[in-house]
């Protein structure tokens, strides 16, 4: 099992990355005294991720000493990441941990909409208790469960409504990647290509040359990229936290028209899919602005391509307006000035803002109905 520290100024935290975690888990949590008998464990999951392993936390709690274990399920699919949920998940916590006097330890077990709603509910609960992230996904494991960014989407768009709660402790059971259905494999795969493009070059050339070995889940090939997935959003959230200081940022490359890509759509194609597509946008972008060399969107395309992710909406009948309208709400646009986060080079990136929208509206259009 490998540890790493995530230093947010506002929490200290470790990652546990490696094997057969889940059993272990109950150990852990009362070794670093985040779990005493009396507090009760409430796990939020979803029906199919809850299927495959809540039995085994129960179990690995309860015999730990935990006196008190409840499941509420988030039915699965990022269109159930919405208040409609929240609220049905803060209703039955407050059922579940009526008695006053303990304060309840919350759990998130499963990807990116359990940990994310999961998170929110935590965070507001009594005005926040304490939860952990286990992550089942490599989406899950290389991005949403490291950080604290929680969040519910609004029918306006993704994540309008969240906050930041660091959770006590990360679990990334990489046995669980095993239950992954080809597509979510794909779906993190997005993310994991994204911290290279953006932050490490080395590490996209080892994914250049190891794409096949790691969409085959090969352990010596993905636990050293997990791990440093995991060391580059570190590095990120210790310097900027709540995404005030124009480093944070970065991680939302491609997120901009994918973010809205996902909106129109109704979330018909993955998180991953639709960062894929608005990678290759921002990349193109960056390219027709003078930025990069015409390599880093091509190589970019390549790669996403080898990994089985689209580079375009193809004939999924998406208009490119409603795709203009619905960025237009994405949070880093301020007083109505566009921003994005741009390559300047294969793990090197800036932000620019205020670029003219028909150069913007013309690589839109590339990917959604070209
Ligand atoms: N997923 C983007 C962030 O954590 O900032």
């Known amino acids: 099992m490998e540890q790493l520290t995530v230093h947010a100024p506002s929490q200290t935290y470790d990652i546990l990355i490696g094997r057969n975690i889940i059993e272990k888990l109950g150990n852990e949590l009362f070794e670093r005294h985040i779990a005493e008998p009396e507090r009760p464990v409430a796990i939020l999951t979803s029906p199919r991720i809850g299927g495959f392993y809540y039995d085994a936390v129960r179990l690995s ?39 006053p006097s303990r304060t309840p330890l919350v759990i998130t077990l499963g990807g990116g909409v359990v940990g994310d709603l999961g998170g929110f509910v935590a965070h507001t609960f009594k005005r926040g208790v304490p939860f952990l992230q286990v992550t089942t996904t490599l989406l899950g494991a290389v991005d949403c469960s490291v950080g604290g960014k929680v969040a519910a989407n609004l029918p ?6 969240g906050a930041f709660h660091q959770p006590s402790l990360v679990l990334a059971d990489m046995d669980c990647l095993n239950t992954l259905p080809d597509a979510e494999v794909k779906s993190g795969m997005a993310e994991v290509i994204k911290y290279g493009a953006i932050l490490d070059k080395d590490l996209f050339e080892f994914l250049e040359a190891n794409i096949d070995k790691l969409m085959d889940l090969d352990d010596e090939a993905l636990a050293p990229v997990v791990r440093r997935c995991c060391e580059l959003k570190a590095l990120v959230v210790k310097q900027d936290e709540y995404d005030k200081k124009g480093v944070r940022i970065s991680l939302n490359f491609g997120h901009t028209v994918g973010h ?12 991953g899919e639709c960062v894929s597509i608005g990678m290759v946008a921002a990349a193109r972008l960056s390219h027709k602005l003078g930025f990069c060399h015409s390599s880093v969107p091509t190589r970019l395309q390549s ?3 080898a990994a089985g992710l689209p580079v375009e909406c193809c004939a999924r009948n998406l208009e490119t307006d409603q795709v203009l309208e619905v960025m237009k709400t994405d ?11 741009l390559l300047t080079n294969l793990g090197a990136w800036k932000e620019a803002e205020g670029i003219d929208e028909n150069t913007i509206e013309d690589i839109v259009y590339e990917v959604v109905e070209g």
Do not use: M, T
């Not at 306006?156 to 409504?161: I, Q």
């Open 156 to 161: 306006a768009g993704k994540n309008l409504v």
């Open 303 to 305: 790669l996403l391509e």
């Open 331 to 341: 949070k880093k646009w301020i007083r109505g000035k566009n921003r994005f986060v």
């Open 260 to 271: 809205a890509i996902e909106n129109v759509c109704k979330y018909s194609l993955s998180h």
């Open 61 to 99: 709690l309860e015999k730990s000493g935990v006196l008190e274990v409840g499941r509420f399920n988030i039915p699965d699919g990022e269109d159930h990441k919405n208040l409609q949920q929240f609220d049905k998940a803060l209703n039955w916590l407050s059922r579940f941990a009526a008695n």
